[in-house]
Structures are given as structure tokens and as C-alpha cells.
Nanobody
Framework: QVQLVESGGGSVQAGGSLRLSCAAS????????MGWFRQAPGKEREGVAV????????YYADSVKDRFTISRDNVRNTLYLQMNNLKPEDTAMYYC??????????????????WGQGTQVTVSS
């Protein structure tokens, strides 16, 4: 059974940083994507960043490029999202996801088969 448990959310002022963590268990597939998604109130869930579990390549939504970094610790089986220069429009519930699918050319439109419970990120101006 796949379990994804996020942590690290919180409230920060614009320009600040947060690091989200996702402890993964039961997910043994290789050559797939793991990633982070977010959903703001009244909006659809969108992809933020994904990482290939086979080759380690990373892909980002245009809205977060050069500000967010996705990474993975294979020993701890943990996925991270380092978020810098946060903006009020980054406010959302952030979800860890496994077995992501779709086009990496448009990360925002990707989807996934497994989800964590989410962690809230709030950025004030």
C-alpha cells in the first residue's frame, strides 16, 4: 500500500522560504514520476514539480521555475520541495504525489495515481 505523508507547511511572508518533505512508503515503481501538486481555494489542482525516479530529471511549472527545487533522498525515501522567494499566489494546499503522468512539457496539467493528505502553505504580503 502506497503511503505519502507530507510535512513542512506553514505561514511565511512574501520573499520567505519553506521546505516541504514527503515520506514515501510502499512505492516501489521505478522509471516513474513523483512530484508536488497544489490546490488554491476555488482553483483546480495543478502540478508544481516532478522528478523522474529512474533518471532523476526534474521538471517545473512555469510559475515556479527558478524559485522551487524538487529533490529526493533515496536512502530516506523522502521527496522534498524547497520553495524560495515565495509569493502570495503560492498560497495553497500542497500535495505529494506518486506515479505521476502526463506531459512534462506542461507540468501544471499533469496528474497522479497516489496522493498524500496535503500540507498548507500560506504566504502573506
Amino acid at each position: 500500500q502506497v503511503q505519502l505523508v507530507e510535512s513542512g507547511g506553514g505561514s511565511v511572508q512574501a520573499g520567505g522560504s519553506l521546505r516541504l518533505s514527503c515520506a514515501a512508503s510502499g512505492y516501489t515503481y521505478s522509471n516513474r514520476y513523483m512530484g508536488w501538486f497544489r490546490q488554491a481555494p476555488g482553483k483546480e489542482r495543478e502540478g508544481v514539480a516532478v522528478l523522474g525516479t529512474g533518471d532523476g530529471r526534474t521538471y517545473y511549472a512555469d510559475s515556479v521555475k527558478d524559485r522551487f527545487t524538487i529533490s529526493r533522498d533515496n536512502v530516506r525515501n523522502t521527496l522534498y520541495l524547497q520553495m524560495n522567494n515565495l509569493k502570495p499566489e503560492d498560497t495553497a494546499m500542497y500535495y505529494c504525489a506518486a506515479d505521476c503522468w502526463g506531459s512534462t512539457r506542461t507540468v501544471a496539467t499533469m496528474a497522479a495515481n497516489y496522493w498524500g493528505q496535503g500540507t498548507q502553505v500560506t504566504v502573506s504580503s
